[in-house]
């Protein structure tokens, strides 16, 4: 069955970086993309970037241009996100989420449990 | 950036009920449009896909319609499952915007 499992909680300080891993199993890694989505308390879903898991080429919401960089080890299955110059703005769960598609639609089938990283002095 | 908004925020509704929300985009995005279900403290589930086509094992009583710039997503005979936050998203730019959710209640 596949399955996306992310490391565990992060507690950070202002002006740091965290690095989330989202380790992947029950199907071929690199014929998916993977993305990865935030969702701050009581907010929104939101998209910050993606990986196309083949050939490694990450694209990035402009949002996070510039502070976030998203990588993968094809020998490990895994993909990871790291978010440097943290604010407190930046506390909320992460998700990775791997990308269905068929013909042109796609959408995220699967999901990691989500990572709470928190911002605090 | 295409700006997905939803609404009402949130909706109450019985068990047995009928309930539609609706998704509006602040562009055309033809039918590249998905709706996700999420629960308190867990991660988003799939529903819906190209703004009518039920994902594989959600129930029937879910359907969805929509193109253009405005969505619906209808629920028949409301489940205890079923109270939870609904999320449209787009997929027709690679921003992946998602709306702010309707949380049924």
């Known amino acids: 069955q596949v399955q996306l499992v992310q490391s565990g909680a992060e507690v950070k300080k202002p002006g740091a970086s965290v690095k989330v891993s989202c380790k992947a199993s029950g199907y071929t890694f690199f014929i998916y993309a993977l993305h990865w989505v935030r969702q701050a308390p009581g907010q929104r879903l939101e998209w910050m970037g993606s990986?196309?898991?083949?050939?490694?080429?990450?694209k990035y919401s402009p949002k996070f241009q510039g502070r976030l960089t998203i990588t993968r080890a094809t020998s490990a299955n895994t993909a990871y996100m790291e978010l440097g110059s943290l604010a407190s703005e930046d506390t909320a769960v992460y998700y990775c989420?791997?990308?269905?598609?068929?013909?042109?639609?796609?959408?995220?089938?699967?999901w990691g449990q989500g990572t709470l990283v928190t911002v605090s002095s | 950036d295409i700006q997905m908004t939803q609404s009402p925020s949130s909706l109450s509704a019985s068990v047995g009920d009928r309930v539609t929300m609706t998704c509006r985009a602040s562009?055309?995005?033809?039918?590249?449009l998905n709706w996700y279900q999420q629960k308190p403290g867990k991660a988003p589930k799939f529903l819906i896909y190209?703004?009518?086509n039920l994902q594989s094992g959600v129930p029937s009583r879910f359907s969805a319609s929509g193109s253009g710039t405005e969505f619906t997503l209808t629920i028949n005979s409301l489940q205890p499952e079923d109270f939870a936050t609904y999320y449209c998203?787009?997929?027709?730019?690679?921003?992946?915007?998602f709306g702010q959710g309707t949380m049924l209640q």
């Open positions: 190209a703004a009518s």
């Open positions: 562009q055309t995005i033809s039918n590249y």
């Open positions: 989420a791997r990308e269905w598609a068929v013909d042109f639609w796609s959408g995220f089938d699967y």
């Open positions: 990986i196309n898991t083949g050939n490694g080429i990450a």
């Open positions: 998203q787009q997929s027709y730019s690679v921003s992946f915007t």
